[in-house]
């Protein structure tokens, strides 16, 4: 009895078995989900003492600043949707991208709680600095996307509107907000994603699997698939691709040294002859 009430509770032995395991982690992602959910109903649900104002339209407003800037100094402009759902259905798409971005932070410390059960300390430890490193690192490339990256891209996007005369008619940019801010969420997704290169190395060399010298020696190898991955990602212009590209190549040598720091010392081998 006592062993099939020790089993019931998903342990055996003082170990959690593999249902209580799956069930831990079964929770512990309903919570991130309901969390998210939540923050989802919140961010499109109109703002107290309003009717169409919510977060997620203070978020549209954000991220749609670096265009409407460069926009207003030229003389004004506006953005326009050519389908009766589309505005409807970017909210929504906001809220989901600012729900997705708060819990982010929560989703990670229940998948670490998951987890740092089954390491020893020292594990622990060697391990907490990658998780607390993440969201800083993701914060940085989101960043970089918003201050720098956007409006030297939108500048150069914006510079081929043309006056009309001489019988050609005027060129003018009136953007889509379904299609701006899908472009912007997937440059803010793949830069962060971008920067989060020095974690996922460095723990592949703290488990083992690669080595500073293997990083090293396939230097090259990184340096084309940086720009491959910037011509997938951004923009089709030079300034865009150079401006992920560029970091990443850093990133990548930053995670070298880091390697080599992290890195076990080499056995020194003894001549016995």
Known sequence: MAGQGAENSGLEDGRMTLIGHLTELRNRLGIALATFLVLFLLSVAPLPGTTSNSISYQVFVFLQAPLAEILHEKGGGRMIFTALHEGFFTQIKVGFFTAL?????????????????????????????????????????????????????????????????????????????????????????????????????????????????????????????????????????????LLLAIPIIVLYEISIIGARWISPPEDIEFDNS
């Open 101 to 241: 971005c708060i819990t982010f932070p929560i989703i990670s410390m229940q998948l670490w709680k998951f987890i740092a059960p089954g390491l020893y300390k020292n594990e622990r430890k060697a391990f907490l600095p990658f998780l607390m490193a993440t969201p800083i690192l993701f914060l940085l490339g989101a960043a970089m996307v918003y201050y720098i990256v956007t409006p030297m891209a939108w500048k150069f996007f914006v510079s081929f509107e043309m006056l009309g005369g001489g019988g050609a008619l005027p060129i003018e940019l009136e953007p889509r907000i379904s299609e701006y801010l899908s472009l912007m969420m997937r440059l803010i997704f793949a830069f962060g994603l971008a920067f989060e290169l020095p974690i996922v190395l460095l723990l592949l060399v703290r488990a083992g699997l690669v080595t500073h010298q293997g990083l090293a020696e396939k230097r090259k190898i990184a340096i084309v698939v940086s720009f491959v991955a910037a011509a997938i990602l951004t923009p089709p212009d030079v300034i865009s691709q």
